[in-house]
């Protein structure tokens, strides 16, 4: 079964490579670019099992995420 | 004869230099490579800095799961002395031996230069109170110390900061935190270099504050 993770920055953690990213746009004329937040997508292939929701976020509470900076959303099938 | 082991994980770097530090205080440097299950017999623990597994997902979040690291943290919780040096800082901040996290620098430079620290906060075995001001190297990328107001008004409350950028943090560091320790002092993560200015003609000497706080501290 497939597995997606999304791990992006909670609010107000200092993102300095999002905002390079913002000037970038900013710079290619998009101006409409208000705000870039840069996060981690993980793709997984994991088997199927009744607890596989919660072991997926025990895997993003242990591993996959940084939870004093970081949150996460996981998807399945 | 006192002994120091320093803990080697792929892709440390300044480990070598770490143990050379540890012998020029007349104590013993002991290896450990990160595979190992049980700690040798040591009075003190180095978590030296590089850049364990590539720094691959964030710095020290594999190095984390090591299989020395559950040894080490028992160590620590029996109040030995441990010190995570730069990215050995990074692994002692995702095991949570000592609290925050580092961040990206917030001017997004790798930065490598002198800086002068701040000695303060409660008394460790790596370091004095006192307020003297050292001088030591910083080389990192992700050198930003962050918390959350809860976690830093308690940090700061308690004294655990320890080392403070003497002129601002050049990575961003929230209230300029270089180096901080856990609750009861002996766990210590810090950001610059102690170990490469230990001899003159060498950059400096100043590094030699920290081991000679270890030596009295062992004493």
């Known amino acids: 079964m497939r597995a997606k993770v999304y791990v992006t920055l909670k609010a107000g953690v200092h ?5 390079a990213v913002s000037g970038g746009l900013q710079s290619l004329g998009y101006s ?7 996060g981690k997508f993980f793709e997984m292939e994991i088997e199927d099992r009744p607890d596989a929701e919660a072991r997926l976020r025990e895997m ?18 | 004869m006192r002994r120091v082991a320093v803990v080697t994980f792929p892709g440390s770097n300044c480990d070598a230099d770490a143990r050379h530090a540890v012998r020029l205080f007349g104590m013993e440097a002991v290896p450990v ?13 180095i978590l030296p800095g590089g850049f364990s597994y590539g720094d691959y997902l964030r710095c020290g979040a594999i190095a984390r799961f090591s299989p020395i690291m559950p040894e080490v943290v028992r160590f620590a919780s029996q109040g030995g002395p ?6 050995g800082f990074q692994v002692l901040c995702e095991v949570g031996l000592v609290p925050g996290v580092l961040l990206r620098n917030s001017k997004l430079r790798f930065l490598c230069q002198d800086v002068n620290l701040r000695m303060e906060g409660k008394p460790t075995p790596w370091s004095r109170p006192g307020g003297e001001t050292i001088r030591i190297p910083i080389a990192h990328m992700e050198g930003h110390w962050f918390a959350d107001d809860e976690t830093l008004a308690r940090v700061e409350g308690e004294g655990q900061v320890i080392f403070r950028y003497a002129d601002g943090a050049p990575n961003g560091a929230m209230r300029d935190v270089a180096g901080v320790c856990n609750a009861s002092g ?3 993560g810090l950001m610059p270099h102690p170990e490469r200015y230990v001899e003159a003609g060498v950059g400096g000497t100043d590094g030699r504050r920290v081991f000679e706080a270890l030596v009295e501290a062992l004493a």
Do not use: M, Q, S, Y
């Open chain 2, 33 to 45: 490579w990160h595979k190992d299950t049980a700690l040798p017999k040591v009075d003190a623990v």
């Open chain 2, 82 to 87: 441990v010190l995570g040096i730069c990215n």
């Open chain 1, 32 to 38: 409409e670019v208000k705000e870039v937040r840069i």
């Open chain 1, 60 to 77: 993003c509470e242990k591993l996959l995420a940084n939870t004093v900076i970081e949150r996460f959303r996981v998807e399945l099938g």
């Open chain 2, 186 to 188: 002996n766990v210590v």
């Open chain 1, 15 to 19: 993102d300095p490579a999002g905002k």
